[in-house]
């Protein structure tokens, strides 16, 4: 087990984190084989199959391996949460064979990890029809006739991600720092994908891009040096591009193995980047575009390109205050005419409303002010 300091033998009422956090997908159902089966068994009553058995039970023992480190690690226990459908359950049941009574902490049914609700009995050439639908709408957004849209499932998922938060802090799942805890959550495929989504604050258009787990393929979060959790450290590069993880969303769970959690937001300078349409790497930078785009935007709509709408709205930008636009700008129409060059009167008006109502900087606002005025005469 790791503290949030990561150093062992610390008091047990220390929080200490999970080493790792593995999302497991159920095994292969018996809808999965043939949907015709929504049509008369409820979702969450379809069994595994045969197969579906086989695979968890061969997933128990890759994952005991894998938190064993092959046997070089003896000091370890899982926790284990459970969708409560039929197919995740017996998936526990037959994973759970591959850990004996003493590595088994506990296990809790979690109605909110469970598979998205599509409806009730599902028609087949309807739902068909509605899949396809969906992909036209986007995966995230598109609500089941009388289900759930992708997006409910992250607001579930994303409430059952406070309550785990909660179980670590308090130090519910776990009474010993000095064991390895694993919590092992057994779920579906898009209850996985939102998951981490939520985790790894991934946007709806890196959701859409995401591929369905394998039945029984499980995602290994486990804890780097830095605190975050990084899915790098079991997987391939290989295997996140198959999983549908960009170049940049890679990079970043390898930087997650090492890097500091604080610092994140500076290293991730691809993920502002997915909002801005540039970075802007100081406040002369703002300022400059926030002057082109304004000034443009007076011109075009206010002064029909007149010297006097630079004047008027480089003012009413260094003022940052709103109720001091129309005064400014009404100022600038009594003192100004058409194409004409701006007189000492209006830049002394200037001034004067620029001094009333800058706040902070007025003498740097005022020197650029100039400067820009210079370049129109």
Known sequence: MQENNHSNGQSAKQKVLPKRIILVRHGESEGNLDTSAYTKIPDYKIPLTEEGRAQARLAG????????????????????????????????????????????????????????DF??????????????????????????????SAA?????????LESLWRDIDLNRLHKDPSQDLNLIIISHGLASRVFLMKWYKWTVDQFERL?????????????????????????????MLEW????????????????????????????????????????????IAVISSTVSF???????GQSSSRIAYLTCTFNRLPSSMGCVALSVMEL??????????????????????????????????????SQEE
């Open 336 to 373: 100004d005419t058409p194409n004409a060059a701006p007189g000492e009167e209006l830049v002394a008006k200037a001034e004067k409303d620029l001094i009333h109502f800058v706040s902070y900087g007025s003498k740097k606002a005022f020197g650029c002010f100039i400067d820009l005025i």
């Open 211 to 239: 591929n369905n787990p394998e039945n029984c393929e499980f995602r290994v979060m486990e804890l780097g040096q830095g605190g975050d959790y990084s899915l790098a450290v079991n997987h391939t590069d290989e295997e």
């Open 119 to 148: 409806g009730n009995f599902q028609v087949e050439e309807r739902m068909k029809a509605i899949k396809e639908t969906r992909e036209k709408f986007g995966r995230f957004f598109y609500r089941f006739p009388e289900g759930e």
């Open 298 to 304: 007076m011109q075009t709509n206010f002064f029909g």
């Open 61 to 116: 023992s890759h994952l005991r391996e894998l938190i064993s480190g092959h046997g070089s690690c003896s000091d370890w226990r899982v926790y284990f949460y459970v969708s409560p459908y039929e197919r995740t359950r017996s998936t526990l049941r037959e994973i759970g064979k591959s850990f004996s009574r003493k590595r088994v902490i506990g296990v809790r049914e979690e109605c909110r990890i469970r598979e998205q």
């Open 244 to 287: 549908g993880l960009s170049p940049d969303m890679i990079e970043d769970q390898k930087w997650r193995i090492n890097g500091n959690k604080a610092d994140w937001n500076n290293h991730c300078t691809w993920y502002l980047r997915s909002f801005f349409d540039y970075e802007l790497d100081s406040e002369n930078d703002v300022e």
């Open 152 to 160: 409910d499932v992250f607001d579930r998922v994303s409430s059952f």
